[in-house]
């Protein structure tokens, strides 16, 4: 089946550190791949995407690469600052489950100033 | 602006009722969803709807109901067979037209228990 994993968090950073949050995702086929935020009590938005291998999605001053050999996604940040402060959730969509995303479970940023 | 609205952003619940949550699109998308978010756990998928007038049951349906009169509107009932219904609700819509599966998200609606 298709699964999405992230690292776990907390992630403590401090203001200007570089940010990796790592994910892995298992899936039959070519699947579509996502990276959404989640500010303290809001809803999620959609922060980057990738369709295709070697695909790089960037928002913001992050960024995100398609890996199929390594199948991973992992989304980096040269230089965080306080407002990432944020819930972030790797995605993806494959054409066998429809229009639905599979979620990863979501890592905690907190960035100190 | 287009988007996707939710309403109220707090609800309150007494024993034995039944609530309703609102959402509406303007972004002209076929499917709708709804999910559950309990507190520093990740999405669940409740209901979802790929056209107006079909919807079918996502992973944790049971004491929820909804309907998909109009393209723009999914409204989630929560009805009182659902016995643990604190928690944040999501609702989002896609295009399924365009291939890459990606969902726009409300605000969403906090259901809390009086």
């Known amino acids: 089946g298709n699964s999405v994993t992230q690292m776990e968090g907390p992630v403590t950073l401090s203001e200007e550190a570089f940010l990796t949050i790592n994910c892995t995702y298992t899936?039959?086929?070519?699947?579509?791949l996502f990276w959404y935020v989640q500010y303290p009590g809001e809803g999620l938005q959609l922060l980057l995407k990738a369709t295709k291998a070697d695909d790089k999605g960037s928002n913001k001053g992050f960024e995100a690469t398609y890996r199929k050999e390594t199948t991973s996604f992992h989304l980096e940040k040269g230089s965080v600052q306080v407002s990432d402060s944020a819930v972030y959730f790797c995605?993806?969509?494959?054409?066998?489950?429809?229009?639905?995303?599979?979620f990863g479970a979501g890592t905690i940023l907190r960035v100190k100033s | 602006d287009g988007g996707i609205t939710q309403s109220p952003k707090y609800l309150f619940r007494k024993e034995g009722q039944n609530v309703t949550l609102s959402c509406e699109q303007n972004l002209n998308h076929d499917a709708m969803y709804w999910y559950r978010q309990d507190p520093g756990q990740g999405l669940r998928l409740i209901y979802y709807?790929?056209?107006?007038?079909?919807?079918q049951k996502g992973d944790i349906a049971e004491g929820y109901s909804v309907s998909r009169e109009k393209k723009e509107s999914f409204p989630l009932t929560v009805t009182s067979a659902q016995k643990n219904p604190t928690a944040f609700y999501l609702c989002a819509s896609s295009a399924p037209g365009q291939g890459n599966g990606a969902q726009y998200f409300g605000p969403g609606t906090r259901l809390l228990v009086l």
């Open positions: 995605a993806l969509s494959a054409m066998e489950y429809g229009n639905k995303l599979v």
């Open positions: 709807s790929q056209i107006v007038n079909d919807f």
């Open positions: 899936a039959t086929g070519y699947p579509s």
